[in-house]
């Protein structure tokens, strides 16, 4: 009850005098009912005229009332109104005030405190819940075990005991304004954002240590697969992709489980030191699995992988929701057999899919998934005594704020460079209207040996209709630029087709390629080197930044037109901008997380993962330099504090890492 902070405050401690009220302003009043009106100008209201001792009066204004209100109105009676008071063409005014009827004798009599607003729960109504809260404050009392956090360290970083913060917010005393009260750097309540943000790196941190706890098969081997892989690849990695792929040998090695993360910006090149990882499992008799959020991302590692480990004489399993039936039991008999590489997608966490031994779990692009997610591939492979080592991959780099609420039981590698090569797309965003400009430039791009992307946008998440409009965008271009080879893929496409238009656009006999989304991963064609994409103003930023990356792959210089619909929403147009602006992953992750929140970011705003109660990560930034520094301070106190910090702020929403 104490942890339900108020989400506001209403200040009943003082009466204003009318002659003082001002435009603009909340105010609490008390006045004698003068005249009473009800006209029927528009639509029925009720004016009500109120005066006090001094010379100004004050009209009360309602458009929704009944028969008994009027009654509480008789002339001379006094009631105590507190609303808003703004300008009418006859003085000031407020229109639906809260009042009630007081006796004469009863004027003057103000609350002690601001009355704190809580954040509504349903069945429970405002004044009930004011009331329970009011008590449970009442048994506070000095409440010295309700303190978890050290004295020592609350001394040195002047932060206020949990229950005089607890008291400030939620009875204020009178003069407090409400500003600094809601202000994220009012003591009280930063001592309070302090301990949530704590509570959360506590559990993170607690999941990781009994996940270290527990074993891994140390996959220590001479690396011959590694290494035919990387003789067979037309590159060598770059000297970032060796430096994290050698963290990772390092972790492998070791009979701790690994807790990677490995961000890398769009065509860093993260999935070849993916499948270095997956293959020193296998040279050591084991299996390892890799799990992408959606299907298209999924297949696209399943070519991948089978190009690069098939040579090896490796064999790889998929297994996805389309797959169905025969084929399903099939490929659950081969994971079930040992089949050393399994590629798939949430169908790789069902109960029906077991593993002959499992000892690296893969993730791609982890903030699509929640953190429960992960850890229940990871149960897939826990066989009593060890677990499976973790890898996971992200192409949106996740800002700090989020790296240490959400994946501080992680390490983290950076892929911080891009293979050789790449140039810096521009681009630009141009209204829909200028179509035909934009197919102009398409036809110059062609006629000089240039191929270049056009990709069509839904609202709906529907592949049916995306396919459809992609056939439409199809044909019109066919028929404007004749002379063109074009070609068309999406989703509904058979995986046969795909393959075979894209082996096309890849060998340069197609020269524009109409798509859907579905290009938006892994498609890699150097020569492609103008993108434009329709209706860009639907895409969220990091969409738009995948889909970006498939130009700029070769030395050519590569542009990306962002076509959209008027009217443009404010969060469209910034995610435009952002996008004109820079190339940067980061930044664009950054700006993303400001755009939609930590929730949405996360993909987790349905399971409330990212929910906070008083904290804010973006907001609070600072304070989780505090909480750095009070973390080994508190990591020292007794394990029941630390569960009871836990439990208090996170509760059983946390998930016990089941050991
Ligand atoms: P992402 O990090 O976005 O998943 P990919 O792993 O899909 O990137 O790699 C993007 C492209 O770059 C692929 O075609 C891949 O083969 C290629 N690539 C990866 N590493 C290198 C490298 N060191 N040099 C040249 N090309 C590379
Ligand atoms: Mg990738």
Redesign the pocket.
Known sequence: MWFLLPRGYEDRTRITPLDQLQAGETAQVEGRVDAVERSFRFRPQLRVALSDDGPSSLVLRFFHFNAAQIQQFSLGSWLRCHGEVRWASQGLEMVHPGYRRIREDERGQTRATLDPIYPAIEGVGPAVLAKLVGQALQQLGQGDALELLPQASLHAWQLPDLVTSLRTLHSPVPGTSLAELADPAHPARRRLIIEELLAHRLSLARQRAQIRRLGALPLRNAGQLGNALLDH?P????AA?ARVWKAIRGDLNAAAPMLRLVQ?????????VAALAALQAIESGAQAALMAPTELLAEQHLV?FQRWLQPLGIEVAWLAGKVKGRQRSAALQRVAAGVPMVVGTHALMQDAVRFQRLALVII?EQHRFGVHQRLALRDKGHDGESVPHQLV?T?TPIPRTLAMTHFADLDVSN?DEL???RTPVQTVAIDMTRRPEVIERIRVACASGRQAYWVCTLIEDSEDIAAQAAQTAYETLCGTLSEARIGLVHGRMKAAEKQSVMQDFKSGDLQLLVATTVIE??V?VPNASLMVIENAERLGLAQLHQLR?RVG?GAAQSSCVLMYQQPLSRLARERLDMLRRSNDGFLIAEKDLELRGPGEFLGTRQTGEAGFRIANPLRDAECLDVVDALLPSVLRLDGRIIDALIARWIGASERYADV
């Open positions: 690849l590159f060598s990695l770059t992709q890398g910006d769009v065509g860093s090149g993260k999935t070849v991948n791609d991959m192409a892929i293979p050789p090569g991963v892994g890699d990356g792959r």
